[in-house]
């Protein structure tokens, strides 16, 4: 009896494995979705460890009957499927899971793409089309005598109130964006009703009128705080500069409005840094020189001062804020060097051709006060975060691109137009090797720039006597080469010493290429230095007949290929060496196809007897050289 009790169970046991695994592959065929598919797993998983119990419980009597019962292999508990237990219920649940994000992707694009266009597009552009409906038909009415001048302006008070109220009503409904528009609405329509009824109307007094001004001003302000509104914020900012403009005066005050205008600036840069608000911090910053330039249109007799004082605070503000690092988005930074290029353009406007240099001033003012903002930034700040270092590289980059800008412009007002190539080559060296040794890039390519340009206009112009501005800008090229020669040199070299031997071995190729290119600046220097010596020995030999001047030449050339292979020699550079040797051929050459037609028998033959001992001075030596080494070797 207990014999046919354990194979009935047995025999249930392989029906219900069976079972299982058609529902299973039932499952991966239709692919349900990830819940389905999640909950039949889990279903799947705990019947498989009951029956793993069950077994387990079939294998006690199994065992304790051994002996009485033949031996007989039990059915195997799962059957011999091409699926794994993972691809059984892993599988289709994976799958389904993707098909499911990718359907709720798809559902929030559409839905982001829905909220776009029906809570931020609908709601601005609707709105001015209902307005210019209500305008047109309020004109028509006028025009048509229907309302009253009073009645209009009451009218357009109650109308922006109740668009203030629906606005505040719409936002605590959460429909924000219609809500703020609104609210915008409502400014406008106000600010207009204010001042149809003191500019048009004189039903209310100045006093009266700045007083409603001010009202409806704060009341945005304080709306657009309250619900964090860039709009709204960019719109009491119109308004606010807006506003002294809308005042009727007897007599015009620029002052007032200027001082004014100044407040409101300072005011709206703060809240808009505080806000992080780049729109508005733009609009605050540039709004300021439209009143400035409407205030001195309507008053040409303003005092110069005060819109200067003006322009200088605004740019304090902006410049405290730049080195408190309030703004560490690269817009902020960027609107330092347009507020810097803003305040150098209006000290020039104001103070052209006055008798204290106001202008060079600012400039020398300019250049020691970022100076200091580069040491500033570089020695005394501290910056963990590598994100804030790259920040920190932005501000000195802008502030060393002021520090050159004041030192070219300056170098132009002090110098005068006939040293400002000189004066511009100087300061582009300058700056190119400041961007070398303290690697950074902005500074290198202002650097680099500067000096090809104004290094052009002074090759452009070559000297006509031996003592004078030009030569002395020849000379400074000269001079320049191989400093900047050097200093890059050095930099390529600390560079690559300080990477690892693998990435020294990675970037062997780069390393060598830019060695190649910072090598052609001897290369310059050579051939520049070949054409100052002929240019400055011409002239030195220009009174002299025509054999002698050809030997002169002939003889500076001569020495010039001596000193390149004395200074191979010495230093032991190949190439300097070769470069001699191929001067010397280059002398050669010269003699026999310029200057023998034109010179005497006598001076043909000291010159080919002094190239020739030459010739073979230099062979012995470089030979002799050569054949020490060798031995040493």
């Not at 964090?228 to 007599?251: C, H, K, N, W």
């Not at 006055?354 to 020695?379: C, E, P, Q, W």
Request: hydrophobic share 50%.
């Amino acid at each position: 009896m207990e014999q046919d009790n354990w194979q009935d169970r047995v025999s249930q046991l392989e029906k219900r494995i069976l079972s299982l695994e058609r529902e299973v592959t039932e499952l991966r065929e239709k692919q349900i979705d990830y819940k389905s598919a999640s909950s039949v797993a889990t279903t799947d998983l705990s019947t498989s460890g009951v029956l793993e119990q069950q077994s387990e419980q079939l294998k006690q009597p199994q065992s304790s009957q051994s002996q009485q019962l033949p031996h007989r292999k039990p059915p195997p508990l799962v059957s011999d499927t091409p699926y794994s237990s993972a691809q059984k219920y892993e599988l289709p649940i994976f799958e389904s899971a993707k098909k499911t994000e990718t359907m709720k992707s798809n559902l929030e694009e559409n839905k982001s793409l829905e909220h776009l266009l029906a809570r931020v597009w609908l709601p601005r552009v609707f709105i001015i089309v209902l307005l210019l409906g209500v305008l047109w038909g309020f004109l028509a009415i006028v025009a048509n005598g229907y309302l009253s001048e009073e009645v209009r302006c009451i009218l357009g008070i109650l109308l922006g109130i109740g668009m203030y109220f629906s606005g505040v009503h719409q936002i605590k409904k959460q429909r924000s964006g219609i809500g703020k528009v609104l609210l915008g609405g409502s400014h406008g329509v106000l600010l207009l009703s204010v001042s149809a009824a003191h500019l048009l109307y004189g039903f209310i007094s100045s006093p009266i009128a700045i007083s409603l001004y001010l009202i409806v001003l704060g009341l945005i302000l304080f709306s657009s705080i309250k619900w964090r509104s860039q709009t709204l914020v960019v719109i009491a900012i119109l308004s606010g500069y807006l506003m002294p403009f809308l005042v009727e005066q007897v007599t015009f005050n620029g002052f007032i409005i200027i001082f004014y205008s100044l407040l409101f600036s300072i005011l709206m840069l703060l809240v808009s840094a505080h806000f992080q608000y780049k729109v508005a911090y733009w609009f605050a910053f540039g709004m300021l020189y439209f009143s400035l330039m409407m205030t001195l249109l309507f008053d040409n007799t303003s005092n110069h001062t005060i819109v200067f004082v003006t322009v200088i605070a605004q740019h304090i503000v902006l410049l405290i804020q730049y080195i408190i690092r309030k703004q560490l988005d690269s817009n902020y930074q960027l609107l330092q060097f347009l507020s810097f290029i803003k305040l150098v353009g209006w000290t020039y406007v104001l103070y052209y051709g006055h008798a204290h240099d106001v202008y060079a001033y600012v400039l020398l003012a300019g250049l020691i006060i970022y100076s200091g903002v580069i040491l500033y930034f570089t020695k005394f700040v501290a910056i963990a975060n590598v994100e804030d270092k790259v920040q920190q590289r932005n501000w000195i980059d802008i502030s060393v691109v002021i520090v050159t800008l004041a030192a070219v412009l300056l170098g132009f007002r002090w110098g005068g137009v006939e040293y400002a190539n000189l004066i511009l080559f100087v300061e582009g060296v300058l700056a190119l090797v400041i961007g070398i040794r303290l690697k950074y890039g902005l500074q290198k390519f202002l650097g680099i720039v500067i000096t090809l340009l104004s290094g052009l206009a002074i090759v452009g112009d070559p000297p006509l006597m031996v003592f004078s501005r030009e030569t002395l800008g020849w000379l400074f090229i000269l001079l320049a080469t191989p400093v900047i020669y050097i200093v890059w040199k050095q930099a390529i070299a600390s560079k690559y010493a300080a990477l690892s031997d693998t990435e020294q071995l990675a970037t062997s190729s780069h390393f060598q290429e830019s060695n190649r290119l910072v090598s052609f600046l001897i290369w310059f220097e050579a051939l520049f230095g070949l054409v100052f010596l002929t240019v400055i020995v011409s002239l030195l030999s220009e009174r002299l007949n025509q054999d002698t001047q050809h030997f002169i030449v002939s003889g500076a050339w001569l020495i010039y290929g001596l000193g390149s292979i004395a200074i191979g020699m010495i230093f032991k550079q190949a190439k300097a060496r070769l470069a001699g040797m191929f001067f010397l051929f280059v002398v050669l050459m010269k003699v026999i196809i310029v200057d023998l037609p034109d010179l005497s028998l006598a001076i043909r033959a000291i010159m080919f007897i002094v190239l020739g001992a030459v010739g073979i001075i230099v062979s012995r030596l470089l030979y002799a050289g050569n054949d020490g080494g060798a031995k040493s070797e």
